[in-house]
């Protein structure tokens, strides 16, 4: 029998969202008579018993309650400020403050599943995101061929699957400032990057300032400028790639993308390549060129003319800014006019031949206006038997025993020797800058073993 004046269905008043508790601070937001309730259960007894909603509220009511919340974006956003100002104090510590992904085919559903929650509470911390490139890949023709069609079907749909998880993946990860792409080098067909999805993405990284390429492979050069132009707040720009990027096929020169231009934030240029010189020449043609302050430069060790002609500009393009300049490989200095280098603080240079590179040693020193600079790094190679008088250590000396190293602070030597004889030499012919402790020599043996 139905009591008289009961209602067949739960009240409208208990599914409308309860504006008032949208504030942060849930203490203020609880109705007056949920708080006496419960002060009076616990003034009456000793032991506090937590009502349970299971107790209160069937589970069809329960269950349209979450439906009609689902439905409503204004009261999950509302929910979500509440959610977060529940969180102890106490537990902050347990959040990491700067949260990384590894997005790639095993775990796209898990990432995606997290960032697309209802409640996005984990969004805003994610600040590093590492795609694989393989899933952002287009159909490459001289792939496999796939027979089966299930196969080829699911292949499809799985790109689209990733295409359309990368875009929750931008919508969700607003604060983003690392982003690196790699591709699998185990890969005997590598695809291109599609360039065209990739560019509408990280657009929407307005926070991005660092953007890291490990050995991407692009369809033509003007997709690789399209992609490391598009976020306009970088700062630093990583190229590490040991295969072709796609740019000996280029139909264009580099000077036929006017439109293209570098972020205007840009700092730091590291590029690691085997024949970065299309790169190098696109760098100089730009009418606008950014206050770039670090410089690296390695990869290749057989440099050709171009590629000494297309260092040799940039060098002098970027010099009168640059700050901190490393360099792997002694050739890059090759015809290099570095007396225009007035504010570089740190020079490193890393993997030469120490006997080789005596005169050039000498000569950079001349060279350098050094009114500014701080460190000095070298990184040598020495083989087992070499002559190191060969070496103009007294010229050399002398180069540096000049009033314009008087800021100097560091001279580093390190490198893998046999025996003591080059510390020893050292010591001897820079004795002044060993006497105010600028010099620091670390040689280990080869044949030990590993670094320290």
Not at 150 to 167: T, Y
Not at 287 to 306: C, F
Not at 342 to 369: C, W, Y
């Given at each position: 029998?139905?009591?008289l004046?009961?209602?067949?269905?739960?009240p409208?008043?208990?599914?409308k969202?309860?504006?008032?508790?949208?504030?942060?601070?849930?203490?203020?937001s609880?109705?007056?008579?949920?708080?006496?309730?419960?002060?009076?259960?616990?003034?009456?007894?000793?032991?506090?018993?937590q009502?349970?909603?299971h107790?209160e509220?069937?589970?069809?009511?329960?269950?349209?309650?979450?439906?009609f919340?689902?439905?409503?974006?204004?009261?999950l956003?509302?929910?979500?400020?509440?959610?977060?100002?529940?969180?102890?104090?106490?537990?902050?510590?347990?959040?990491p403050?700067n949260?990384?992904?590894?997005?790639?085919?095993?775990?796209?559903?898990?990432v995606?599943?997290?960032?697309?929650?209802?409640?996005?509470?984990?969004?805003p911390?994610?600040?590093?995101?590492?795609?694989?490139?393989?899933?952002?890949?287009?159909?490459?023709?001289k792939?496999p061929?796939?027979?089966d069609?299930?196969?080829?079907?699911?292949?499809?749909s799985?790109?689209?699957?990733?295409?359309?998880?990368?875009?929750?993946?931008a919508?969700a990860?607003?604060?983003?400032?690392?982003?690196?792409?790699?591709t699998?080098y185990?890969s005997?067909?590598?695809g291109?990057?599609?360039a065209?999805?990739?560019i509408?993405?990280?657009?929407?990284?307005?926070?991005?300032?660092?953007?890291e390429?490990?050995?991407?492979?692009?369809?033509?050069?003007?997709?690789?400028?399209?992609v490391?132009?598009a976020?306009r707040?970088?700062?630093a720009?990583?190229?590490?790639?040991?295969?072709c990027?796609?740019?000996e096929?280029?139909?264009?020169?580099?000077?036929?993308?006017?439109?293209?231009?570098?972020?205007?934030r840009?700092?730091?240029?590291?590029?690691?390549?085997?024949?970065?010189h299309?790169?190098?020449?696109?760098?100089?043609?730009?009418?606008?060129l950014?206050?770039?302050?670090?410089?690296?430069?390695?990869?290749s060790?057989?440099a050709?003319e171009s590629?000494?002609?297309?260092?040799?500009?940039?060098?002098q393009?970027?010099?009168?800014?640059?700050?901190?300049?490393?360099?792997?490989?002694?050739?890059?200095?090759?015809?290099?006019?570095?007396s225009?280098?007035?504010?570089?603080?740190?020079?490193?240079?890393s993997?030469?031949?120490?006997?080789?590179?005596?005169?050039?040693m000498?000569?950079?020193?001349?060279?350098?206006?050094?009114?500014s600079?701080?460190?000095i790094?070298?990184?040598?190679?020495?083989?087992?038997?070499?002559?190191?008088d060969?070496?103009p250590?007294?010229?050399i000396?002398?180069?540096?025993?000049?009033p314009?190293?008087r800021?100097?602070k560091?001279?580093r030597?390190?490198?893998?020797?046999?025996?003591?004889?080059?510390?020893?030499?050292?010591?001897e012919?820079?004795?002044?800058?060993?006497?105010?402790?600028?010099?620091?020599?670390?040689t280990?043996?080869?044949?030990?073993?590993?670094w320290?």
């Amino acid at each position: 029998m139905s009591v008289l004046g009961a209602r067949p269905y739960p009240p409208k008043s208990i599914l409308k969202p309860i504006r008032r508790y949208a504030s942060a601070n849930p203490s203020k937001s609880l109705p007056n008579r949920q708080s006496s309730s419960l002060t009076r259960q616990s003034n009456s007894t000793d032991e506090i018993q937590q009502p349970s909603i299971h107790d209160e509220l069937p589970q069809e009511l329960i269950d349209t309650i979450i439906d009609f919340l689902h439905s409503d974006k204004v009261t999950l956003r509302n929910l979500t400020v509440v959610s977060r100002a529940w969180l102890p104090r106490a537990r902050l510590h347990l959040l990491p403050k700067n949260i990384y992904f590894c997005l790639h085919a095993a775990n796209v559903e898990r990432v995606v599943g997290v960032l697309s929650s209802p409640i996005r509470t984990i969004g805003p911390y994610v600040r590093g995101l590492h795609l694989q490139i393989d899933e952002l890949r287009r159909a490459n023709p001289k792939g496999p061929v796939l027979a089966d069609h299930d196969a080829i079907f699911q292949h499809k749909s799985q790109q689209v699957h990733l295409r359309d998880s990368l875009g929750i993946v931008a919508v969700a990860c607003r604060s983003l400032n690392f982003l690196k792409l790699t591709t699998q080098y185990e890969s005997p067909y590598p695809g291109p990057v599609d360039a065209d999805v990739f560019i509408i993405q990280i657009r929407s990284f307005k926070l991005l300032t660092h953007l890291e390429l490990d050995a991407c492979v692009f369809g033509a050069f003007e997709e690789f400028l399209s992609v490391i132009c598009a976020p306009r707040s970088l700062r630093a720009l990583l190229v590490q790639n040991r295969r072709c990027w796609g740019w000996e096929s280029a139909r264009k020169t580099p000077q036929a993308f006017p439109s293209l231009r570098l972020p205007p934030r840009l700092s730091r240029l590291e590029v690691v390549a085997e024949r970065p010189h299309l790169f190098f020449e696109w760098i100089q043609n730009t009418p606008v060129l950014p206050k770039i302050t670090t410089l690296s430069l390695g990869g290749s060790e057989n440099a050709d003319e171009s590629l000494r002609d297309a260092s040799r500009g940039l060098l002098q393009a970027l010099g009168p800014e640059l700050k901190i300049a490393r360099l792997f490989g002694w050739h890059w200095l090759d015809g290099a006019d570095v007396s225009r280098w007035m504010n570089l603080q740190t020079l490193t240079i890393s993997h030469f031949d120490l006997i080789v590179a005596g005169a050039r040693m000498e000569r950079l020193f001349k060279q350098l206006p050094a009114s500014s600079l701080i460190k000095i790094n070298f990184y040598f190679l020495l083989d087992d038997g070499a002559d190191l008088d060969a070496v103009p250590w007294h010229w050399i000396a002398r180069a540096l025993n000049h009033p314009k190293f008087r800021n100097l602070k560091v001279l580093r030597f390190q490198g893998r020797t046999k025996g003591h004889e080059l510390e020893v030499i050292l010591r001897e012919k820079f004795e002044w800058l060993d006497r105010k402790g600028v010099l620091s020599v670390k040689t280990k043996d080869r044949h030990v073993g590993p670094w320290a």
